[in-house]
C-alpha cells in the first residue's frame, strides 16, 4: 500500500508538470485575417449605382449621336447637362461652326423643341480657341437704384432656325464693392410673341459671379433671342434680377427687383436694350501677377490676378477668358 500511495502522490505530482510541456502555444488573434476570410467565403458584392431610366435613356441618346457625327465624318465631343426642370439635355462640341452647319438638320426632326436629338434639347458649341476674335459684341447697359451697374455683353449666333446670345457674360460694377461680397444673377428669358402670353417662361438661369479685380464677373449659358421655322416662330425677351449678400437691386424704371431688356441681333429695339461700342478684352497671356488682355479696339488692357487677401501666395482664380472694362 505504501508503494502505492507513493506512485500515486508522484503520478500526480508530473502530471502537470508534463501536461504543460504537452500543451501546444496559440497564435495571436489576427482580426484582419479573419475579416479576410469572411469576405472571402461570402464573396459580398461592392454595393452599384442607382441609374434612372431618364438618365440611362440620355446617356443612350448621347451615344447615339456620337455614333451618328461619327459617320458624318465630323469630331464632336458629346455630353449631358442638367436642365433647370430636372431633365437631360445634350451639349455637342464641334471643331468649328462649319461642321455644325453641315450637320445641323439632325437636330430640326422634332417640331416645337429645337435643335434636339432623341427628344433631349441639344447645346452645340465650339472651343473657345475656335471662336473669332472680333466676335460682334452687343451690349446691354442697366443700373439700380442705388448706383450700382449691370452689363449684359454677348454675341449674337445663328444657328439656321434661332438666334441665340452665346457667349454671354454679365457684369455687376460699383465702386462700393470691395470684392468680397457675395454676388448672384438671374437671368428669365420669356416669350415675346402674339400667340404666347408674356408672362410665359422659356428658361432661366442662375450664375454666381466672380470678383475679377475691378467687378463681378460671370459667363452665362446661351440664351434664346428667337426662333423660326416651317409654321411658326418666336421671339423671347429678358429679364435680369441681382443680389449682392442677400440684398437685391431695384430696377428705377419699373421699382421692382427685375431689369426688364430685350437682346437685340439686327436693331437696337427698345430703349432698355440700344447697343453701343462696347469695350470686350479676351485674355491673350500672364505677365508675372497680372493678367494680359487684347481688346477690340486695339488697346491692351493688364488687370491683378484675383487674390483672397493681400497676404495669400497663389490667386483663387487666374484671369478671366473676357473682360468688359466700364
Not at 17 to 34: T, W
Not at 252 to 264: A, D, I, M, Q, T
Request: hydrophobic fraction near 40%.
Amino acid at each position: 500500500m505504501k508503494i502505492a500511495s507513493a506512485f500515486l502522490v508522484l503520478f500526480s505530482a508530473a502530471a502537470p508538470l508534463a501536461a504543460q510541456d504537452r500543451a501546444p502555444q496559440l497564435p495571436p488573434v489576427d482580426a484582419g485575417s479573419i475579416l479576410a476570410q469572411i469576405n472571402q467565403q461570402h464573396n459580398i458584392p461592392a454595393p452599384q449605382p442607382i441609374i434612372s431610366a431618364e438618365l440611362q435613356f440620355a446617356l443612350e441618346a448621347a451615344s447615339e449621336l456620337r455614333k451618328e457625327l461619327k459617320g458624318y465624318g465630323i469630331k464632336a465631343k458629346v455630353g449631358l447637362l442638367n436642365e433647370p426642370d430636372g431633365s437631360y439635355g445634350l451639349w455637342a462640341e464641334f471643331s468649328n461652326w462649319a461642321d455644325y452647319e453641315e450637320v445641323k438638320d439632325l437636330f430640326y426632326q422634332d417640331p416645337g423643341y429645337n435643335p434636339s436629338y432623341m427628344g433631349h434639347k441639344v447645346y452645340p458649341r465650339v472651343p473657345k480657341s475656335a471662336e473669332k476674335a472680333d466676335l460682334n459684341w452687343k451690349h446691354v447697359g442697366l443700373q439700380a437704384a442705388d448706383g450700382t451697374k449691370i452689363a449684359i455683353d454677348y454675341s449674337p449666333l445663328s444657328l439656321g432656325g434661332e438666334v441665340i446670345a452665346a457667349p454671354l457674360w454679365v457684369t455687376v460694377a460699383d465702386k462700393r464693392l470691395t470684392g468680397s461680397e457675395k454676388v448672384r444673377a438671374v437671368i428669365m428669358t420669356y416669350y415675346d410673341s402674339s400667340n404666347m402670353a408674356a408672362i410665359t417662361p422659356k428658361e432661366i438661369q442662375n450664375l454666381d459671379l466672380k470678383f475679377n479685380g475691378q467687378a463681378f464677373q460671370a459667363e452665362g449659358r446661351r440664351v434664346q433671342i428667337s426662333e423660326s421655322h416651317i409654321g411658326y416662330g418666336y421671339n423671347f425677351r429678358q429679364e435680369i434680377a441681382v443680389v449682392v449678400d442677400g440684398k437685391w437691386l431695384t430696377d428705377p424704371v419699373n421699382g421692382s427687383h427685375n431689369f426688364r431688356f430685350k437682346l437685340g441681333w439686327r436693331s437696337a429695339g427698345d430703349d432698355r436694350s440700344a447697343e453701343e461700342k462696347i469695350k470686350a478684352c479676351r485674355l491673350t497671356g500672364y505677365e508675372k501677377d497680372l493678367c494680359v488682355y487684347k481688346c477690340n479696339d486695339g488697346s491692351v488692357l493688364k488687370q491683378p490676378m484675383q487674390r483672397p487677401d493681400p497676404w495669400e501666395q497663389w490667386p483663387v482664380i487666374l484671369c478671366p477668358q473676357f473682360v468688359f472694362p466700364f
